[in-house]
């Protein structure tokens, strides 16, 4: 029989924020390594972005079915399994350059996002109440930490090591992730009852992957095999639908899911995943396009990757800060403030793209929103939520900013390629391109913080007294 640790909520919290950071940024380090992959793994620049695709398609399928897992058999169990696929996944891209090696590694790292709401849940579970509130806002908030610091971290060892060398590390601070899980957090005692639903999650995962292979690829296949993996996902919604209204111990409680407290938050969670994603994709392109475009710096990968670091030093920074707006004004305020952040960020975006210092404020100003947001996200959640259902409703929250950051991939990669200039011979994309999309994000910020006005105000919130967590 095992001890069950004595809690700390301090040393809690850091072990799972650290696991949160480290799962975040498994998910990004490969980004810059993607324009050298072709002639490492000697294959077609289309068959390399399955090593972002296959991520995105893991990492969405695993996260509910792991939360739903998480809060019926226990979530330190769940969690331990998602960082052991971490380092799976590590491991098989550390001792390989074939791609199809690389891509299997890459699917077991995705499938291990669902860490970041395991932890949010277990917060709740283990924590005093007054705890509660800054630590899942800094929990959630690893999510844009780890892939604010992995890009710019990544960006080093490319230029100055082996790239094996990022797996090899990300392995290494794996193993101490679960010791440190082991160590200091508890297993916690509240558990849902009923049965696994695995017809559930057989829908909800073939859905998954058939919208996301859509959205991913839509610049890569034909227009048949896109029509119909977006007809196949369509026709599979009403069934699921149907069943899940019906069984037991569904996976997803769609009557839940559907009260306007959390089905606002999770649409809002898509946009705000949208608009942060846009800002780590546009940031480092930018900064690297050449002079002849007539904006192009021409500076250098390790530089790029440099300008996402005040943005995740201001991450780190506001999610406490975060945490006291929501124990003032509630968490329904703080996603409002958040995501005007965020669309003033894209008004700057839009008119610094000329100088380096000018990119970094923007991108610092749209990071600030984004960690504020992600900050506040949970916190709705689980006002709106059974405590049972915490793991499988964070999961969900999760899977939504996963979504939005698959659709603004494609989106992104689609406006820069499609507007774009030439010359001798060289095409780069147009500075009109990257303005484009600054006001696609920046729209999409907006409509979230629409959508904020729209989830119900809670008459009384929660006395949540506010403690360095």
Known sequence: MSVRPVVRPRLVLAALAFCGVLV???????????????????????????????????????????????????????????????????????????????????????????????????????????????????????LGIGAAFGIPAATLVVEYANWHTMFWINLGLGVLDIVLVLLIVPESAVRSSGRFDFVGALGLSAFLVCLLLAVSKSNAWSAPKLIGLYVFALLIVPFWGWYELRVKSPLVDLRVSARPGVLFTNLGALLIGFAFYANSLSTAQLVQEPTWTGYGLGKSIVVSGLCLLPGGVAMVLLSPVSARISNVRGPRFTLAIASVIMAAGYVVRLFTSSNVAGIVVGATVVSAGTAIAYSALPALIMHAVPVS??????????????????????????????????????VAPALSAYLTVFVIAGVAAVVAAGLVLLIPVRRKEPAYEVTTA
């Open 24 to 142: 975040s940024i498994s998910q990004t380090i490969v980004v810059p390594l993607l324009p050298e992959l072709p002639e490492i793994t000697h294959s077609p620049a289309s068959d390399v972005s399955w090593l972002i695709t296959i991520t995105l398609l893991t990492g969405a399928v695993f996260t509910p079915l792991l939360g739903r897992a998480g809060d019926m058999y226990g979530k330190r169990r769940v969690l331990l399994i998602a960082l052991s696929s971490m380092i799976v996944g590590s491991l098989l891209c550390a001792i390989s350059s074939d791609l199809t090696v690389l891509i299997v590694g890459r699917a077991f790292q995705g499938a291990a996002v669902a860490v970041v709401p395991l932890g949010i849940s277990i917060l709740r579970d283990e924590l005093p109440q007054h705890r509660v509130i800054p630590s899942i806002a800094i929990m959630s908030s690893t």
């Open 389 to 426: 259902e915490t793991a499988a409703a964070n999961g969900l929250n999760t899977l939504m900013r996963t979504i939005g950051q698959a659709i603004c991939s494609t989106i992104v990669a689609t406006v820069l390629a499609n507007v774009a200039i030439s010359q001798a011979g060289k």
